[in-house]
């Protein structure tokens, strides 16, 4: 006797564990020798127990546990263990007669051309569930003769375009030939799908009614909504494959459009859509892409839909993500620039970023200026007008009124282009038209009005406490996260000298209070002038030409210049320098203020000191106490009386002195580039991921979607 071919069945579990125990019984009673049986179950992530009860319960059973809630997945990894050279697809909820798989087996023998084969699918109580597939107008499929009485009618052997895969049996060379199953399917369609491609690679598909199985209709998959999701859903994935030219048209004809499931339709045409860039030639893609955009842009916003395409690119790999970053100040030496370059020095292999400035910049000043690697960064210069025709340096929102135009419009505008917008410099009237915006903010320096449009970010990321609570305080805003600033600014050790140094922008208003220091130091050499023997004040910063500030200061220095210099516009090597050599760093900002916004937000400069052992003396407010720890790693002062207090108890008892700078150093490493970068590029990364990836829908969580209310 001929000894008959190893058969492998394929059950696919879902928290089915009442029908997989039915339908495993069955198979134990096929007229079919036990040893040539392979059988194999494939577990989609149940929560039921059902992989321990039936290992316990049918020990020969080759059980598998799948990575996802994938139907068409399950089948591929149970076609890539199967052993037999015929295999055989079985929902868990379907029984066989003893004789089904004997029956199929014969005549996919005999019948070399055939590459699956079917029977006659009976719901329990008799009526007809398949005898076969067949397509419908519009491209939908349904089951040959479902809910018919079982009179004999579908009694003949034929051809049939399709088979259902309740219970069918496919021979081993079909399945490599024509290829794995679609898993972008997940389930439902998949069987039409792989038909399809079944008829394309000249394989027949065969309906033989002797071979009877009993099918419990949806027993496996809960409610009729979540089927007509994954038909409606996957009917477009299908004509992008096999039918192109028919996609615009199946959109008015789709239960999403008829149902006004605009979202579920949008879903489903992105996923259609790289299917058609993923198998249609260039020709049939020049010529479906004009006119679904057409048509989705009837349904849908035109920015919407300009969206697909670029997100596709990057699915698809064709492309890195694209990032914009904006900083209205970017031609000024600061803190907040440097905190946006180091992002970009980090981001910039595996983003392509393009800095937008609104002033005259070039890369290699801000590598120039922040010590960074910016070579992968590109920038692209958009003036403002309404700033030039002034003659503004400074871009200043908060003059832009409510019944003005908006002048940063044309910076939204821009925006679009891009896959990430970065809005470095919390310029609050920019409105983001970016798929994904991040508004990074220093401090919230206005206040909500007309033009308002950080609420329409879809990430806030604060550099400090200080900037979360006015966050909430002035915008009614939480961000995302807190990140502090790297500062990375060690140098070579040289002996230290009698220097007190400030660092710190001569801005326009003076926040950085530089005359209040230089008034501070003369009251020290006044009060003390032998234990102030050789010691120096050096004002170290940037200035914009023609500032009138930096000019006061500059005329206030020519009535009386013992003892301190001012540094303006020195180069990195020199800050360096300074940080080397000098004993204690003054921070002032904030000293005499009551507006918030015009304390220090963090303290970079801060922290570059006491990376370098300057034991700080810094103004109690703004993010500088989250630096600081007051009598520590230095002091925090209130008053200018304070400052020079503390100043003298340092000059005069160097131990003192001594202690505090070593304390600087060790707290200052809080502060370095590395919880910095690995925060960065985890958030980053995740963005990628969310974005350059297509989520397969899973069932369980449709199911749950569809029956809310």
Same mark, same amino acid.
């Given at each position: ?62 059980? #598998? ?8 997945? +399950? ?268 992002? +970009? ?106 033009? #308002? ?165 810094? #103004? ?53 580039? +590395? ?16 974005? +350059? ?17």
């Amino acid at each position: 006797m001929t000894t008959l071919p190893i058969c492998s069945l394929i059950i696919v579990n879902y928290n089915g564990l009442r029908h997989t125990k039915d339908c495993l019984k069955s198979l134990q009673k096929l007229a079919y020798p036990e040893s040539q049986l392979d059988l194999i179950v494939i577990d989609n992530c149940s929560q039921d127990d059902s992989v321990n009860a039936l290992r316990e319960l049918f020990p020969k059973v080759r059980i #598998f546990v799948n990575s996802a809630n994938n139907f068409a997945k +399950a089948l591929n990894l149970g076609i890539s263990e199967a052993k037999g050279q015929y295999i055989g697809f079985l929902n868990n909820d379907a029984t066989l007669d003893s004789h089904w798989l004997e029956i199929l087996v014969k005549r996919l023998e005999t019948h070399k051309q055939v590459g699956g084969n079917s029977g006659k699918l009976l719901f329990k109580d008799g009526r007809i569930n398949s005898a076969g597939i067949q397509q419908l107008p519009n491209f939908y499929w349904q089951d040959v003769g479902f809910g018919e009485k079982d009179a004999g009618q579908y009694d003949i052997e034929r051809e049939v375009e399709g088979l259902c895969w309740a219970a069918v049996l496919f021979r081993r060379e079909c399945l490599e030939d024509v290829g794995p199953i679609d898993e972008d399917f997940v389930m439902y369609f998949e069987d039409v799908e792989f038909a399809k491609r079944c008829q394309k690679r000249g394989w027949k598909m065969l309906y033989t009614p002797a071979a009877i199985a009993h099918h419990e209709y949806r027993g496996s998959s809960k409610g009729s909504k979540l089927t007509e999701y994954f038909c409606n859903r996957n009917r477009f994935l299908y004509l992008a494959k096999h039918e192109p030219l028919q996609l615009v048209k199946a959109i008015h004809t789709s239960d999403f459009f008829t149902n006004k499931q605009y979202d579920l339709l949008f879903e489903s045409l992105f996923v259609a859509i790289k299917k058609l860039l993923d198998y249609q030639p260039p020709e049939i893609v020049a010529t479906v892409l004009p006119q679904l955009s057409e048509k989705l842009a009837v349904i849908y916003s035109r920015m919407k839909v300009d969206r697909i395409l670029p997100r596709l690119q990057v699915v698809r790999g064709d492309r890195k993500m694209s990032i914009a970053i904006y900083d209205h100040g970017l031609h000024f030496i600061g803190g907040g620039q440097k905190y946006v370059a180091t992002i +970009a020095s980090l981001l910039q292999n595996e983003f392509d970023i393009t800095f937008i400035a609104n002033k005259p910049i070039a890369v290699s000043d801000l590598e120039s200026w922040y010590g960074l690697n910016l070579s992968g960064c590109k920038l692209k210069i958009i003036p403002l007008a309404f700033y030039d025709k002034r003659g503004m340096q400074c871009i200043d929102s908060s003059i832009i009124a409510e019944d003005m135009q908006n002048p940063f419009d044309e910076i939204a505008r821009e925006s679009k282009n891009y896959d990430i917008f970065i809005n470095a410099n919390q310029l609050e009237k920019v409105k983001p038209l970016s798929p994904i915006s991040v508004f990074f903010c220093h401090f919230p320096n206005t206040f909500r009005n007309r033009h #308002f449009a950080v609420d329409d970010y879809t990430f806030i990321i604060a550099n400090s406490q200080f900037t979360v609570k006015w966050l909430e305080k002035r915008w009614n805003l939480q961000p995302t996260f807190m990140l502090y600033p790297p500062v990375e600014m060690a140098t070579a050790k040289v002996p230290k000298e009698k220097i007190i140094l400030a660092v710190g922008q001569f801005e326009a208003g003076g926040t950085k209070k530089q005359i209040e220091l230089i008034e501070a130091f003369r009251s020290l050499l006044a009060d003390y002038p032998d234990q102030l023997q050789g010691w120096r004040l050096i004002l170290a910063g940037s200035s914009i030409p023609k500032n009138p500030y930096l000019k006061t200061v500059e005329n206030l220095l020519k009535q009386d210049s013992r003892a301190i210099k001012l540094k303006v516009n020195c180069s990195l090597d020199e800050v360096k320098l300074l940080y080397a050599k000098a004993s204690i760093f003054w921070h002032g900002c904030g000293l005499g203020e009551v507006n918030p916004q015009r304390f220090e937000h963090f303290g970079m400069a801060t922290v570059e000191a006491m990376q370098n052992s300057c034991a700080p003396i810094a #103004f109690c407010g703004g993010g500088q106490p989250e630096i600081v720890e007051h009598g520590r790693s230095g002091f925090l002062f209130n008053t200018v009386e304070e400052l020079c207090r503390y100043s003298h108890q340092l000059i005069g008892n160097p131990g003192l002195l001594a202690e505090l700078q070593a304390g600087a150093q060790q707290r200052s490493q809080n502060f370095r580039l +590395a919880p910095f970068e690995h925060k960065v590029k985890s958030f980053f990364e995740i963005i990628h991921q969310e974005y +350059a990836t297509i989520r397969l829908p899973n069932p369980g969580e449709i199911a749950q979607m569809l029956d809310r209310p």
